[in-house]
Nanobody, 113 residues
């Protein structure tokens, strides 16, 4: 199983980025997907979550989560980025409570002028 994030980078405050997480080796359409982030010296925190059928169950202000089951991919649209959004962003897949779960390696997002 692989979860491969992309789309991170350096962006100025107020800018936007769209992260992608392409999965392989799992039946994507039965997994709920989440995005987490972790900044240096801080705990990992949930950014957004989406059910297997595409319902958003949690999302932070200025962010949008979506998925394309045909492409085995989930997305995180981030708008009006702020310096406090600087972190490494991780994709996470889970097959129901207590089910199989997988993490990606993360993609770095840096918001700075």
């Amino acid at each position: 199983v692989q979860l491969m994030e992309s789309g991170g980078g350096l962006v100025q405050p107020g800018g936007s980025l769209r992260l992608s997480c392409v999965t392989s080796g799992l039946t994507f359409n039965i997994y709920a997907m989440r995005w987490y982030r972790q900044a240096p010296g801080k705990e990992r925190e949930l950014v957004a979550a989406i059910t297997s059928s595409g319902g958003s169950t949690f999302v932070r202000t200025r962010f949008t989560i979506s998925r394309d089951n045909a492409k085995n991919t989930t997305y995180l649209q981030m708008d009006d980025l702020k310096s406090e959004d600087t972190a490494r962003y991780y994709c996470y897949a889970i097959k129901g409570p207590g089910g199989d779960e997988y993490w990606g390696q993360g993609t770095q997002v840096t918001v700075s002028s």
